[in-house]
């Protein structure tokens, strides 16, 4: 099975940075892809960024380009997401994510998430 771990999160200012980790354990070799989620309470889960094991670039929301930026160190299967000039809207509980090779779903495993805190 597979585990994934969120660390980072806090109460932050608006203008801020905060980095966000992702760990992942177990059968991490299978792995395809590895992103990032926030969700609001009562609107859906939304996209934040993702980085491919395949290459071709990170992908990130319109709302967070220029502001956030995902990495993964390479020896570990470990993704952060460095979050810079924060805004209170995005404030949300942040998800890692991560999708499998030949899969059928987008995303195969989540995290429990961490909170994010972003005062104006």
């Known amino acids: 099975q597979v585990q994934l771990e969120e660390s980072g999160g806090g109460l932050v200012q608006a203008g801020g940075s905060l980095r966000l980790s992702c760990d992942a354990s177990?059968?991490?070799?299978?792995?395809?892809?590895m992103g990032w989620f926030r969700q609001i309470p009562g609107k859906e889960r939304e996209f934040v960024a993702a980085i491919r094991w395949s290459g071709g670039g990170p992908a990130y929301a319109d709302s967070v380009k220029g502001r956030f930026t995902i990495s993964r160190h390479i020896a570990k299967t470990t993704v952060y997401l460095q979050m810079d000039s924060l805004k209170p809207e995005d404030t949300a509980v942040y998800y890692c994510?991560?999708?499998?090779?030949?899969?059928?779903?987008?995303?195969?495993?989540w995290g429990q998430g961490t909170q994010v805190t972003v005062s104006s």
């Open positions: 994510a991560a999708g499998l090779r030949g899969s059928d779903k987008n995303w195969d495993y």
């Open positions: 177990g059968r991490t070799f299978s792995f395809s892809a």
